[in-house]
C-alpha cells in the first residue's frame, strides 16, 4: 500500500481501464495482447467507425472488414480469431452481454474465461476486475519488473504467486485493484521501460536492485 499510495499521490487517479463499455473494455483487454494501448486506441476507434463493437456485428461481419479494423493493435489475423472466438462465447452462454456474465461467479467464471482459445490469466483477469468489476488482482510484465527491480518479488514468480502476494497484502477493495494496476501501468510505461528512468520516477525513493542500467 505504501508503492500504492506514492503512485497515487504523483498521478492522482488513472481512471483504468479506459472504456465506455464493459464489451469495450473486454475487446481491449484482448486486443493489447503484446501491444501498446496507443495501437490498441487506433483499432477500437476504427471498430466504432465501422459500428463493429457489437459481438453479434463480429461474428457476422466480413472477416477482412474486421481484420483491417483492428490491424493498428498487430497480429491482427490472430486477434480477429480471438475476437470471434470470444463473442460466439458471450453470445452463446450469455445472450451477447457482459453484465449477464459478470453475475456468474468468479472462479468458475475465470476457468471459463482461460478455457477459450487466446485468453490467459492476464487477459481474463483484465475482463474480471475491469469489465465484470470482481475483485481479482491483475499481473503484468510491468508488475513483474517494477516490484522485482526494488527487490520485492522475485522476478522468477509465476502468475498465481505475484497475484497472490497483492491478493495477501492489499485491502479487499476493487477500487484500489483497478487503480494499482492502472499506476503500474503508467510507472512502467512512463519509467520503468527496459532502459528505466529512475532519476525521475516516484518510486526512486525505495532501494532499487537488479537494475543495471537506470538512469
Ligand atoms: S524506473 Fe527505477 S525507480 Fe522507477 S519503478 Fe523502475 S526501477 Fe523503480
Known sequence: MEVYNTLSDFYGPTGWWPGETPFEIAIGAILTQNTAWTNVEKA?????????????????????????AIRPSGYFRQKAERLIIFCKYLIEKYDGKIEKMAHKNISELRNELLNIKGIGPETADDI??????????????????????????????????????????LPQDVYIYKEYHGLIVWTGKDYCRKI????????????????????
Open 44 to 68: 477500437i476507434e476504427n471498430l466504432k467507425k465501422e459500428d463493429l463493437l457489437n459481438p453479434y456485428k463480429i461474428i457476422q461481419c466480413d472477416r477482412n472488414q474486421l481484420e483491417q
Open 196 to 215: 528505466p528512468k529512475c532519476s525521475q520516477c516516484p518510486l526512486n525513493k525505495y532501494p532499487i536492485f537488479n537494475c543495471e542500467k537506470g538512469g
Open 128 to 169: 474480471l476486475l475491469y469489465a465484470c468489476g470482481h475483485r481479482i488482482f491483475v499481473v503484468d510484465a510491468y508488475t513483474r519488473r517494477i516490484f522485482s527491480r526494488h527487490g520485492i518479488l522475485d522476478e522468477k514468480l509465476n502468475y498465481n504467486e505475484i497475484q497472490n502476494y497483492f491478493h495477501t497484502y
